[in-house]
Nanobody, 116 residues
Framework: QVQLVESGGGLVQPGGSLRVSCSAS??????????MSWHRQAPGKERELVAT???????NYADSVKGRFTISRDNAKNTVYLQMDSLNPEDTAVYYC????????WGQGTQVTVSS
């Protein structure tokens, strides 16, 4: 049974930083072959793509987070990270991890709240 488990969310003040993690287990093929991404969904809004990292370690970011967020992966740990800096209240959302290789898997999400 494939599981993606996000962690590291929480409450942070505007201008602060936070790192969320997503650990994968039960994958039928090597984690290194998956394209991994982070998405987020704010209240009343649709889920949006935040950042992607391919198996070749190529990255792509939404315009709203470019220069502030960094996605990375550690294939030895079956884990993908999202480092979030210069956070602002508009970044408040539930952050979801996604893994894709022919089929798509989602985590349960972790809440990130940016507020003073």
């Amino acid at each position: 049974q494939v599981q993606l488990v996000e962690s590291g969310g929480g409450l942070v003040q505007p201008g602060g930083s936070l790192r969320v993690s997503c650990s994968a287990s039960g994958l039928l093929i090597s984690f290194s072959r998956y394209t991994m991404s982070w998405h987020r969904q704010a209240p009343g809004k649709e889920r949006e793509l935040v950042a992607t990292i391919t198996r070749e370690f190529l990255t792509n970011y939404a315009d709203s987070v470019k220069g502030r967020f960094t996605i990375s992966r550690d294939n030895a740990k079956n884990t993908v990270y999202l480092q979030m800096d210069s956070l602002n209240p508009e970044d408040t959302a539930v952050y979801y991890c996604n893994a894709v290789y022919s089929v798509s898997f989602w985590g349960q999400g972790t809440q990130v709240t940016v507020s003073s």
